[in-house]
């Protein structure tokens, strides 16, 4: 007997909250999401834009590398006071003013460009303040998805941000070189200003909570997410691990990769292949994200890191550019796949009010090590060589991952179920507050 239409509608509803593309249905989340997609293609194509806005004023490569740290540096310096800020001011106000800034900034850039009063110092001023309010507003970017959707797709919406940025990845470098040979970097630049103005527009009319929490005191804010940070081990671990992984990572792939292609067989050509094959492998990533929903959600994102040693092992032994593209391709899934499981794990067990403070202290601990991370590899690789550097980095990126596996609390983090009943995801998060622990580690003796 065929069941009554009522509870035929019943069971289209439940596949449509429980398929990979149900976090669509909300129309705030659509909405960020869209805002996320017209930021970034204004973003990822900025930096080809700006370098050749740099050298129409000044060829030396000192003078880009001063404006790419004047950008970076404040992230370093701003990010904890961002996770303040994320936990103590509306999460929408935050994201729509740390759009309108980088509107601002870029356009005031391209306007210098296009009138021909651009220098360095100019414009590595303005990067300076882009800087910053990234810093101020990314732990708030990252603490809003939780006010946008359901607590059991919080795994899809994860992976549902990350699918644009990675395609655009692939094309921006391309389209943006186009852009600045067709129509100028200041054109292109001015876009980016464009991009980020529409995204703070659309930012705008999200339709979130206020302010998560306000004390009466900054430092207790900042000490009461340190505390909570410190004390759940599965995430301080993490991070630690992140310091060596992230460093190396970068030293290796970005510093040394290129050296290598430059000095064997593979050449330019090549290694502009082997980074389409990884940013490939990142979008391939965020594919299977959307479908695979594993229980133990963490010990997930650790085995996903370890393929990132792969690039490294082959550049080493000079692998054919085949086995390269394929390393890199593996590398890129799991990547993907680990950024969107921590993502996920953090938004998942931990309590909304604190968020945002403890995302801030996991990103500045990784981040922290990366310019250390470029001496160390390059310092090594001038005395020790190229190939055993990478092998080096290859172990020591493997060991800092595989000896995570050996704490229980990271075995205890499980993911939500895929949908679950409102008062049983407060309370589990409820739990967890009031613990400090994992959800499923409270009912353990």
């Known amino acids: 007997m065929a069941p009554p239409p009522a509870e035929e509608q019943d069971s289209l509803r439940r ?16 909405l960020f999401l869209l805002a996320r997609l017209i930021s970034m293609s204004g973003t990822a194509m900025a930096p080809v834009a700006l370098a050749f806005a ?48 980088p509107a601002v900034t870029q356009g005031c850039v391209a306007l210098l460009v296009a009138t021909g009063t651009a220098t360095t110092g100019r414009i ?12 101020l507003t990314q732990p708030a970017m990252n603490s809003l998805l939780l006010q946008l959707v359901d607590p059991g797709e919080l795994q899809q919406a994860n992976a549902l941000m990350r699918l644009p940025g990675n395609v655009i990845r692939i094309l921006a470098p391309a389209v943006g070189g186009a852009l600045v040979a067709f129509i100028g970097p200041e054109a292109t630049l001015g876009w980016d200003a464009a991009s980020f103005a529409v995204a703070a527009l659309l930012c705008s009319r999200l339709d979130v909570s206020g302010p998560v929490k306000t004390t009466a005191s900054v430092f207790r804010d900042f000490k009461d997410g340190w505390k909570e940070f410190s004390r759940l081990s599965w995430i301080w671990s993490y991070t630690l691990s992140g310091t060596v992984v992230v460093a190396l990572w970068l030293g290796g792939y970005q510093l040394l990769g290129p050296v290598m292609a430059r000095n064997s067989h593979l050449g330019a050509p090549s290694w502009g292949i082997v980074q389409g094959a990884f940013a490939g492998g990142l979008l391939l990533g965020g594919i299977v ?65 604190v968020l945002g403070r403890v995302s801030s202290f996991s990103s500045a601990g990784e981040l ?23 092998l080096w980095s290859a172990v020591l990126m ?37 613990t400090g622990r994992a959800p499923d580690q409270v009912a353990r003796p």
């Open 54 to 101: 740099v050298f129409g004023f000044d060829s030396s490569p000192a003078s880009l590398a001063i404006v790419l740290a004047a950008n970076t540096a404040p992230q370093l310096v701003l990010l904890l006071v961002g996770g303040v800020i994320a936990d103590r001011f509306s999460r929408r106000r935050v994201v729509v003013i740390g759009n309108v800034l």
């Open 368 to 390: 922290m090590s990366v310019p250390l991370g470029y001496l160390v590899v390059g310092a090594a690789a001038t005395s020790l060589g190229t190939e055993s550097v990478l």
């Open 15 to 30: 596949m449509v909250r429980q398929g990979s593309l149900s976090a669509l249905r909300h129309k705030p989340f659509r």
């Open 124 to 135: 590595a001023l303005f990067a300076a303040l882009a800087g910053c309010a990234s810093a």
């Open 289 to 353: 994200s959307l479908r695979w929903k594993p229980s133990r959600i963490m010990v997930v994102c650790v085995c996903a890191n370890l393929p990132l040693a792969l690039p490294f092992l082959a550049l080493a032994w000079g692998a054919p550019l085949a086995v390269l593209a394929g390393a890199a391709v593996t590398a890129g899934i799991g990547l993907d796949i680990a950024i969107v499981c921590w993502n996920t794990a953090v938004q998942e067990q931990l309590p909304s009010e």
């Open 398 to 434: 493997t060991s800092a991952s595989l000896v995570l596996l050996l704490a229980p609390s990271l075995w205890a983090v499980r993911r939500l179920p895929a949908d679950p009943g409102p008062a049983a995801a407060a309370g589990d998060r409820d739990r967890g507050s009031r």
